[in-house]
Structures are given as C-alpha cells and as structure tokens.
C-alpha cells in the first residue's frame, strides 16, 4: 500500500514565497513521475511543474514547467527521492487556487506501477494582499 500526504500551503502576499511538500511512503521501489497540478476556482485541473524520473537507470530526470511559472518555481525531490517539494516564488494573485501532487511508484523489479494523489482537495494557496 502507498500513501500520498502533502503539507504546507498557506496565505501569502503577491510576491511572496511558499513551499510545498509531498511525501510518498509504503511500498516504493523508486518513483516514475511527480506533477504538481493547480486548480484555480472555477477552472480545471493545470498542470504546474512535473519530473518524470526511470527509476531503473540513472538517466537524468526530466522536468518541466508550465510556462507561465519558468524561472520562479522549482520542483525538487529529496535524497531518499520519497518526497518532493515545489517551491515557489514570486506568487502572484492568480496562482491561488488547490495544489495537488500526482506521484507515479515504481512497486518493484516486475516493472508494476501504482499512480495516485495527495490528500483530499490538495493544499490550498492563497495568494491576497
């Protein structure tokens, strides 16, 4: 069994920093994929930051930004590689919105896979003055 919980989050002024926080833990033989997503009142589901990892190799990680956060969001995974971070900065008013994270684990040398989300609605970021 694998658990998905996310922390951090928060009230914020435009220009301000927050960091997210999702950790993966149970049965993990490494981890796939972790994508941070927004979703912003009233709209879908966007796809922020995201790195798509072989678990099996030591090819480099892939990462990608939405183009609207480049150069003042950075998604990040601790050494053990169970827990992965977004930090962001430069918060603008319209990045409020729930914050989710989707992990992909890789469960073992059979190559089986598990893919789920963080908690509930995700952590909540509200960006106001």
């Known amino acids: 069994q694998v658990h998905v919980v996310q922390s951090g989050g928060g009230l914020v002024q435009p220009g301000g920093s927050l960091r997210l926080s999702c950790t993966a833990s149970?049965?993990?033989?490494?981890?796939?994929?972790v994508g941070w997503y927004r979703q912003a009142p009233g709209k879908g589901r966007e796809l922020v930051a995201e790195?798509?990892?072989?678990?099996?190799?030591?090819?480099?990680?892939?990462?990608k930004y939405a183009d609207s956060v480049k150069g003042r969001f950075t998604i990040s995974k601790d050494s053990a590689k169970t827990t992965m971070y977004l930090q962001m900065n430069s918060l603008k008013f319209e990045e409020t919105g729930h914050y989710l994270c989707?992990?992909?684990?890789?469960?073992?040398?059979?190559?089986?896979?598990?893919?789920?989300w963080g908690q509930g609605q995700g952590t909540l970021v509200t960006v106001s003055s």
């Open positions: 149970g049965r993990i033989f490494g981890i796939n994929y």
């Open positions: 989707n992990v992909e684990v890789l469960l073992g040398t059979d190559g089986s896979t598990w893919n789920g």
């Open positions: 790195i798509i990892s072989d678990s099996t190799t030591n090819y480099a990680d892939s990462v």
